[in-house]
Structure formats: structure tokens, C-alpha cells
């Protein structure tokens, strides 16, 4: 099951890596870059709601609204210009990350979202700095 959540997670790093180095391609790239990064980054928030809704112990209103957070600051991501919607999301994938490692004590997982944030806040540095 970890190997293929591993497979799935660097998977989903295909459209982040394939949207930066074709970026020059369609004017469409921004928008489709902008809109997958803020559906992955709701994703995360995704993840805190699940753990939430299984372990008694989390499940409290609080917790349950901080993990809307990814998915409004993504959509919000949505509404702004692009160098703005992309300082949000990095700001917004750092912060997550951060949340992740004092909530999730999963050595893996943690391992696993090191890698992932990392290359997706490269991406969109890539874009942030070219834009």
C-alpha cells in the first residue's frame, strides 16, 4: 500500500514538472499550472479531514476547519493574478507542509511530503521567477 501511495504521489508530479518546462507552449499553461496546483493542494487538506473524521481524538470542529484551508486558499489562488496566485500557493504549500510534520507522525508519509512539496515549490519558483 506505501509503495503505491509513493508511485502515486511522484505521479502526481507529472503535470507540476510537464506544465513548468512547457510553459512556453499556450498562454493556457498558467491557468492549467494554477488550477491542478490548487486541486492538489485542497488534496492535502483532504487528508487532515480524513485522518479527522477516523481518529476520535481529532475529531473536533477546529480541526475540521483548518482542514478547509488548502482548498480556499487554493480557490482564492484562483482569483488572483498569476505571480500573486503563485506566491499564495507556494506560501500556502510551505505552511501545509509544516502543519503535516507536527501533526502526522508517519515517518513515510513525512519522507514522501518532503519530496513532493519540494519539486512542487521548485515549479513554482520556476514559474514565479519566468513570469
Given at each position: ?110 519522507r514522501l511530503r518532503l519530496q513532493l512539496t519540494a519539486v512542487v515549490v521548485i515549479c513554482h519558483l520556476i514559474w514565479l521567477i519566468q513570469t
Amino acid at each position: 500500500m506505501i509503495r503505491t501511495a509513493h508511485w502515486l504521489g511522484y505521479a502526481g508530479l507529472i503535470p507540476f514538472i510537464g506544465l513548468t518546462l512547457g510553459k512556453e507552449l499556450s498562454p493556457l499553461t498558467a491557468v492549467a499550472f494554477s488550477t491542478y496546483s490548487a486541486i492538489i493542494l485542497s488534496f492535502l487538506g483532504g487528508i487532515h479531514w480524513g485522518v479527522a473524521l477516523s481518529k476520535p481524538q481529532w475529531s473536533n470542529p477546529t480541526r475540521l476547519c483548518l482542514c478547509m484551508l488548502p482548498s480556499l486558499l487554493g480557490w482564492m489562488a484562483l482569483l488572483l493574478p498569476i505571480s500573486g496566485a503563485l506566491i499564495l500557493l507556494i506560501v500556502s504549500y510551505l505552511i501545509w507542509w509544516l502543519w503535516d510534520r507536527t501533526q502526522l507522525d508517519h515517518p513515510d508519509y513525512r519522507r514522501l511530503r518532503l519530496q513532493l512539496t519540494a519539486v512542487v515549490v521548485i515549479c513554482h519558483l520556476i514559474w514565479l521567477i519566468q513570469t
